[in-house]
Structures are given as structure tokens and as C-alpha cells.
């Protein structure tokens, strides 16, 4: 789950929660339903499993998003071993590799993506950047002879680098 600095707001929890419940059986969601009932004792049990997850609080919800990550997790490396990421975005990563002109307060500096969507990029990065500050990239995409210039914010940023997510999608990919 993300740190303070990247804590995500109540509707990107909700979106990914319903993301998650859609993937599990009839059988999965009603455990589910039968543990939020438990839990949740001002309830009745005639709540479907959306109007238990609506009446609790942000706090409570991002718990549960964190718990059904992991089960999903779980569940999904016992099934398939190769791969134990958990892709929950609109638009799915695509490794790629590519020089980017990464450009704030009118610096230039020279780095590399590490993987890019239509929403967003992963730029590989020692310098310093701030969260929610906006940048400027010229993406060297492979086809095209000019670069891509693309504004966005960065959302994200880890000891490897930045994520960005873009001001407007990128349909080039």
C-alpha cells in the first residue's frame, strides 16, 4: 500500500475494491459479505456486500483494500507462480525502456523509463523531485521522429525513481 505521501483518495479505494471483489466468486464474496457483518456490529444482516463496504469509514476501507490486495496476491501466486504483480489500473503497465528529457524549473536532465501506460511512466531517477509537482517530459518514443512532449504530476516517487501521471493520455502506446 502506498506511504503517507501517496495515500490514495476514497474513490481511487472504492474503485479498486470494487476491481477486486469483481474478480472473486460468488462463494469468495459471500465469506466476505459474512465477515463484514461480523465485523461491523451496528449492521444487520440483511446488508448486501456494497452497502456494508459504503458504511464504512475511509480508514476502515483502505484496511480492507490492504487486506484483499493480499489475498489477491495469495490467491493469484498460488494459481500462477510466474507472476505475483497485482494490476489493477485502468491502463495496464508495459515495460519499456526509453530516454526521456525530463524537465522542472527549467532543469533538463537525461533518464530512462522503466515502464509506461497511457496514464502514466516510471522514470529511473537519482535526482530529487517532490510529490504533486508538475513536470515535462519528451518521451523518445521508438516510430516517431520528434519525441512526444507530455506534462504531468508526479505521484509517486521510491528510491529508483518517480511515477508521473500524465495531465492528458498518451495514445501513442
Known sequence: ?????????????NSLLVKIISRMSEVERRKLQAVLVAKLSDTGNGKDLSSLITSMSE?????????????????NSKQ???SNNLELRGYPRKKLSIAVELSKN??????????ISNSGVFIETGYRFHINQQVTMILLLPNIKKGATVRGKIVRMDSQGIGVKFNEFLSVL
Open 1 to 13: 500500500m502506498a506511504n503517507d505521501n501517496e495515500k490514495i483518495n476514497i474513490s481511487d479505494i
Open 59 to 75: 480508514a476502515k476501507r483502505y484496511e480492507l483494500l490492504g487486506r484483499l490486495i493480499n489475498w489477491y496476491h495469495s490467491k
Open 106 to 115: 527549467g532543469l533538463t536532465f537525461m533518464c530512462f523509463t522503466q515502464n
Open 80 to 82: 500462477r507462480r510466474h
